[in-house]
């Protein structure tokens, strides 16, 4: 089984660390020839383009910042991918373009499975991601000794693009919650109530969330703000699910809100930031 890797940064080359660590060979492609050095040093095989990749690959594995780039990687492949080969796309795309893809893929005989994954770099290097699958089932069954070594948890979610919707859908909860989490803190110092002791006490009920559970003690209240995943890479996201909201005709009354204070109220805050940073808004309106 031959694996490649095309993008290789934070989640990318985290994936590339556990591949190498399961004994699997892999081979790297990243526009960035720093970033393939990089992998060569891991013992990594690297291409001098993803073309090159693609043709000496069963499974290749997309790690990219974009819808965009999937489709322009994509197309730029596609004549020298391998009949049989199986992508999988575990990049934060749109579901159109995996859609797209996997109709791409019928005509060249190779599948396309869109894949994206929860847990940040973190997770990545670690192998505990959470992946959402969609696609062609025997694909994806295919896959499975590749996502026992790179996930902890994987749910396929429905037929191509599946995987992508449910992803835009998880982030735009992700987002709202860590808003709506630095309110109730905020609330509950206000009243006299200790902010670990105020998410405890949340935590036991009906309240929870990642958010509470995950990213306030890990990255927040202990001023830590070093997840891996920035502010632009949110907001990014917090645009997607507008634009599918508007693709498919549905109302976000509620999120609307919790959007603009991700796109327009929190210029402070830099793309480059941390995601978490976006707690410290309410602080800054005071």
Do not use: Y
Request: proline fraction near 3%; charged fraction near 15%.
């Amino acid at each position: 089984m031959d694996i490649g890797v095309i993008g290789c940064g934070n989640m990318g080359g985290g994936m590339v660390a556990q591949l190498l660590g399961a004994g699997l060979g892999v081979r790297c492609f990243d526009p960035d020839p720093t970033t393939r050095l990089r992998m060569a040093d891991t013992g990594a095989q690297t291409t001098d383009t993803a073309a090159e990749l693609a043709s000496l690959c069963d499974i290749i594995i997309l790690s990219l910042p974009k819808a965009e780039i999937v489709a322009a990687v994509m197309n730029d492949i596609a004549p020298h991918i391998r009949q049989g080969a199986i992508i999988l796309d575990t990049s934060t795309s749109v579901p159109a373009t995996s859609q797209a893809m996997s109709a791409l893929g019928e005509q060249h005989g190779f599948a396309f499975i869109d894949g994206p994954v929860s847990g940040g770099p973190a997770a990545a290097n670690a192998g505990t991601m959470t992946m959402l699958l969609g696609g062609d089932t025997d694909a994806i069954k295919r896959l499975a000794p590749v996502l026992d070594i790179l996930t902890a948890k994987t749910v396929i979610v429905g037929k191509s693009g599946a995987g992508h919707a449910a992803k835009i859908a998880n982030n735009m909860l992700c987002a709202a919650n860590l808003v709506l989490v630095a309110e109730a803190v905020r609330l509950g110092e206000a009243a006299g109530v200790n902010a670990a002791d105020l998410l405890d006490g949340i935590n036991a009920g009906s309240g929870r969330s990642g958010v509470s559970e995950v990213n306030f003690p890990k990255w927040v209240l202990n001023d830590g703000f070093d997840s891996g995943f920035t502010m632009g890479l949110m907001r990014k996201d917090v645009g997607l699910a507008l634009a599918l909201a508007k693709d498919t005709g549905v109302a976000l009354n509620g999120f609307e809100n919790i959007a603009d204070i991700w796109l327009n109220q929190s210029p402070s805050i830099a793309d480059a930031a941390d995601f978490n940073e976006i707690v410290k808004q309410g602080d800054t309106n005071d």
